[in-house]
């Protein structure tokens, strides 16, 4: 890696980026270390410069010295910390305060214009899809350094931001805690360059949390949970689309539900009935319910739910195909072969 060549054109600086990509959670900071790089492979961009050496013989080095990270412990909970400055983000899975994987990269236009509330907020479930299989069924803890994301799940919903990104929050198991940017050094330094002092720490408990406990005790008092659960104990060569985790019996990584769990309902209300599932139709209810659990009738349960949502029959209009226009009767060829009749009302 030391001595790899320096790269004359677009493709071999491409290889080189492909090469070191493929071990970036390794790299703090690499979306700020590659980003003059990545600039030069935009069409007719390619200009090797002092800025782009730096930053090429900076990711060389970052390459062969990267820090040891840790193996996960399901038994121990998770720690994500994020931040978003004004054209990067950057997060680190711990625990224990060793890292386990960093994540870094660079926003879109879009997103660079997007108010600070609305970055940190992409922060936070960009790090929550990229280490999903951690987090899911497990409790985990949320640092963020914006003072505003500390009452996340109390404030009124008022934005489409707010609708799209708390909905991705639904089904995971997690507590905010304020951090200031200061004291938040290593997501903060995915994401900046300026050095940090320590700071204070503020602790928010959002009160969502007993949820996953009442679902285990649903799944645990099921006989067909505890037999199949028993099944992939024995037997975990058969059933391969399925792990335990937790105490919970995963699908393809989505929790297994039991057909006549009691939650089922409240899971349904949550993601469609509430503020943030926003009454939305069949098939995005059931994309969202699909992204965490699994049960074998979801689908079905998910058209009879809305099919019944007393909202959605008052407010929304009907999504049939509009009839065509009327069309004069031809004329008749037999006598009684066509009948008109017509209602006058309102006569005095």
Sequence with gaps: MVQWPTPLSPKELRAFLSLTGFYRKFIKNYAMIT??????????AFE????????????????????????????????????ASGADMGTVLMQKGHPLAFFS????????????????????????????QYLLGHSFTILINHK????????????????????????FDYTIQYKVGSSNTVADALSRTTPRSSGELFLLSVPNLDFMNDLRHTLHSSMDFQTLLS????????????????????????IWLNDDNPSIPNLMLEFHATPLGGHLGVAKTTHRLESNFFWSSLRRDIKCFIRECSVCQQTKTSTQRPVGFLQPLSPPTGVWEDISMDFITQLP
């Design 48 to 83: 090797w410069s002092l800025n782009a050496q730096s930053a090429y013989e900076q990711l060389k080095a970052a390459m062969t010295s990267a820090p040891v990270l840790a193996l996960p412990d399901f038994d121990e909970p998770f720690v994500i910390e994020t931040d």
């Design 148 to 171: 505003s994301l500390r009452e996340l799940m109390s404030q009124v919903v008022q934005t489409s931001e707010q609708h799209y990104y708390l909905s991705k929050l639904l089904g």
């Design 105 to 132: 990269k660079q926003f879109g236009p879009r997103m660079i214009h997007a108010s600070t509330y609305v970055r940190e907020l992409h922060a936070i479930i960009a790090a929550i899809r990229k280490w999903r």
């Design 231 to 254: 099944k992939v104990r024995e037997h975990p060569q058969d059933h391969p689309d399925y792990r335990i985790h937790n105490g919970l019996l995963l699908f393809k990584n989505r």
């Design 35 to 44: 980003a003059p790089l990545t600039s030069l492979l935009a069409k007719d």
